[in-house]
């Protein structure tokens, strides 16, 4: 009999995989490696270390939590030394898809000879909805699970390659990467274009998001902040974020808004939308990372769809 070890991508999708009774044991990756600086060695001292930094001046995570969250989660990866079979659950989204290829890179080097398997939720019928985990029925995930891909070492390889450019300093590697021809990682490509719409447009200063959230605020006109919020998750298509990862993008606005009950963007604001003014200058901040890139060294060409380095 093979044992196994389930590798989840969240707490709430980890009670729901117990309630399906698989056999195994289940490890939740507590990380948001999508945002952030990150380093290549993951689980070494200096990614967590790296990680940590991070998590505490920007989301005000203590020390004791992200030991007894994340890094107590962690080691009990490492303790799982025997299953023979490892199962991991992710999503469609930017989110989860960053978190899967750190997960393999992790896996290529401590887990060498255990036998990989993807289940990966997206098209899931014949609409254009893409479906995370816990949107879908029990008899879909038995279905996913039944379904799940077994990953080869070229496979691992060509994700741990993927991770690799994801935290160099240059991201223009990474869009050098896009003529994917790995068919084992399906939402792979939309995910890494939606990360490099996440640099500065060249025309406004702000990215993908930046600009949506004033799109929406001004189109919508919501009455506070919160249905804002709702909105942006409900309408957010590949990124996945949630609700405190949009509220720190909005703070970094704040200066486009002249109300936020209800929302209102002030006139400088849709100047910069329209692009007749360039906010680069005023939002730009050196201590900002998208993987291992610092975010305003470039500059995205939405004509072109290419990366610009400063």
Known sequence: MSSQLHITNGDSFTQRLNSLKLKGDIITWREMLCEGKTETNVGSES?????FDFLHKNYNVSKSWFVEKTLKEYRSLCNHKQQDQIILWFEYDLFCQVNMLAVLSWLKKHRRYAEIYL??????DQTDKLYGLNELRDD???????????????DIEYADYVWQLYCSDNPIRLENLLEFD?????YLPDAIRAHLKRFPSIKNGL??????????SIKDKPKSKK???SNLITNQGIYGFGDTQYERVISTLKPLFSSFNPVRVNAKGKSILLTENNYYSQIRDTEVYLGGAIKYNYLYN???NRILKL
């Open 47 to 51: 990614f967590w270390k790296t990680r």
């Open 119 to 124: 289940v990966c939720s997206g098209n899931e």
């Open 140 to 154: 879909q995930l038995l279905r996913l699970y039944d379904k799940k891909t077994k990953l080869s070492q070229n």
């Open 182 to 186: 790995n068919n084992q990682f399906e």
């Open 207 to 216: 990215n993908e998001l930046e600009n949506r959230i004033l799109d929406i």
């Open 227 to 229: 249905e804002l919020l």
């Open 302 to 304: 939405t004509d072109t």
